[in-house]
């Protein structure tokens, strides 16, 4: 293999506990136990709304990497970035989308149009481009006029839980997700309102990356009456997230749009029944006998969905083995970072980028 050095561009903390941070890290270290030489380029925190400091400075490294260093530029900045930065960098582009910026909750529409408009134009500028789904392929081709045999497919790698169970006395619904509106913590709230004759209790894991989001939702649990049945956990270690699975009987996640989802991967490898919404790249991801899918945004048809997997427990059983099965067949991330890798290193000796009218 080649010792040419590859780049991989990252806006913020490469630490943050969401699953394209997650996707971020694991591919930059199993890139480097293939043998590759990856630098990791920080960009500013800002992106994916940038301050024009940050916009600035992105613009500044990206044109001091040179021809020789094909780089990975994360979706959340190259969907944000100042076209005329990325049409004059002189390295081979590779864009990694998780999923495309202006698809994510809460924007206005003026706000969402420019995304789509940056982010069509700038992929434009990519020699290939990186999805994590077979969904956002098929977006990013219909919707950005992204050439089929410029996408390659590199779902993120699963790691195999040490198996095992601690049933509680009182059924544990699990949900994971940054607090963010697009994650629909708030739909969950309403729906497990409804439930009202059936013993359960609820831990929502993930950091509050809105303040005002997250507010809302300790604010709404409260005036709901389950201050007593709902827990915000926040952050969580790994060894802390892998209990709550243990622990639980069943995973939901009330979602407005994925754009691929890796706790799905998550709760089948720990073979958990999934509820959750027929919505992105959710119905291609998660096991068809091992999950209910309902619309999103639909707090009552969540509730019946949930209710029907807490009060079955032949049906919990039955989805909990299709959804274990479906765990074990999943890849890992040293797969991931084989197609990853595949395409930088056929980038190597190449030069400049696409300049696709």
Known sequence: MSTDRFVFAIPGDIQTQTGGYIYDRRLIGELRAQGREMEHLELGASFPNPTEADTQDAADKLARIPSTSPVIIDGLALGALDKAAVAAMS?????????PLALEGGLEASRREYLFQTERDNLRQAQHVIVTSP????????????????ITIAQPGTDQPVRGTKTLDVPLIVSVGIQVPRKGHDVLLRALAEIVNIPWQAVIAGSVLDAAYGATLETLRDQLGLTNRVRFAGHVSEDELAELYRQASVFAL??????YGMVFNEAMAHGLPIVSCRTGAVPDTVAPDGSVLVPPDDPKQFATA?????????????MAEASAE???MLIT????????????????GSSGHNKTP
């Open 254 to 259: 009330a979602t407005r749009f994925e754009g």
């Open 326 to 328: 479906a765990g074990r």
């Open 333 to 348: 991330w040293e797969q991931t970072a084989a197609a990853v890798g595949a395409v930088l290193d056929g980038l190597q």
């Open 91 to 99: 390295a081979p582009l590779v864009a990694l989308v998780h999923h």
């Open 306 to 318: 949930l209710s029907s997997v807490l009060e079955d427990t032949a049906v919990r059983h039955t």
């Open 135 to 150: 969904h956002t392929a098929e977006l990013l081709s219909r919707d950005y006029g992204v050439p089929e045999a410029r």
